[in-house]
């Protein structure tokens, strides 16, 4: 038993994956605090679910409309400092909204500005985080390295929200995303240590508008996953988005404030890190089908508000969704990180996070007005139907059957210092 957990975390021996591991894990944590520091904080500002929307929106359009940008460079540069960059800019970011949040004088567009800052560096984090992880790993661990980063993220979204209650409490809103910002601190200087070995080009580096044309083509070139990208695409803005903006609507309505809805966040985290140990032994012969599967459990909460928004079922549906989609995400990263070649890795992980933020801001967005002409319970009844539909109909597509797991050792290719 001790023999072969040994073996199955033996991927932390590595020093680079091992720093980056540390690191994120403390970044995560106060990711988790910040959300529902943010909602609260503009409710009781206006009280208002369309200024809600507004706000978190503000952060997912940046994301969305750089994250092709952050892609090409993420496949130029060295990753790990440009994800260095992206920490320092947004540790800024978070230290300014705490300042104005304590002070008093904050206003809905003041936060979106900085909301929309910090959603600009993530643009640039994420697909380079996304590319870096197989530079650091041999490639028969990645699923276990994205199974325990996906554990430890998740650890970190459990205990954030379960004490952001608290903490909005104690030190108020502005308080709690103060200490986001430390963390961003902390993770920067993990960072700062890692040294990734060069990265293997198959060609010379092109013209920015070139490079940014071949991260599409090898997109395009695999029917499974721009399908893949267009079913999570409409099922976070039918189905997830919707539900940021419901969930706290609803508990606030049912005379719940923000510790309930901190709850229901720490929940879904908690059932994640639970699929993170399913994924550190589960290898699916048909990956993108228990993708498509897994994401379907999204649909469950919004039924549970429509019915009422009792908060025992949301959190035991949102315990199944987050065990769910901690298998999916370690078995969708690692799907990626050894079907696509690494040096266009951060181009097409762009790509998918591009296509999960792209309608997110509209999901946020519209979830409000919704409420406002159709009510609550049919709001969410809309959102759950569509969602479920959005989920299922890429069972019916071959490619996304056929796709079989990577062979553990990569081709041969030719190696470029790309540093």
Known sequence: MDGRRLTRFSVLRERNFRNLFLGQSVSVFG?????????FAVLDMTGSATDLGLVLASQSLPLAALALVGGVWGDRVRRERLMLAS??????????????????????????????????????FRPAWGG???????????????ALMGMSENMGWMVGPAIAGTLI????????IAIDAATFVVSAGFLATIRAPALARRRARAAFVVELRDGWHEVRSRRWLWVMLLRTCLVLFAAIAPFQILGPLVLR???RGAPAWGFVMAIFSLGMILGGFVALRYRPRRPMVVVALTGTSGCL??????????LPALGATEFIHGAAVGLLVAVWNTTLQTQVPKDALARVTAWDWMSSTALWPVGLAIAGPL??????????????????????????VKDVWRLRPAPASPAPAA?????
């Open 87 to 124: 920490d320092i800019v947004r540790a800024g970011v978070q230290a300014t909204v705490a300042t104005l949040l304590l002070s008093g004088r904050a206003t809905i567009w003041e936060l979106m500005l900085l909301l929309a800052a910090y959603g600009s560096a993530e643009a640039f």
């Open 169 to 176: 409490a104690v030190l108020s809103p502005g308080g709690a």
């Open 371 to 396: 409420v406002g002409v159709l009510g609550t319970p049919t709001a969410c009844w809309l959102s759950a139907t569509i969602g479920l539909s959005c989920s299922l109909w890429v069972l019916g």
């Open 31 to 39: 990711d988790g605090i910040t959300p529902v520091a943010i909602t």
């Open 415 to 419: 190696a470029h210092d790309a540093s």
């Open 253 to 255: 309505h049912n005379g």
């Open 132 to 146: 870096l992880l197989p530079q650091l790993v041999p490639r028969a661990r990645l699923q276990e390295a994205n």
């Open 301 to 310: 909460s919004p039924m549970v508000l429509a019915l009422g928004g009792y």
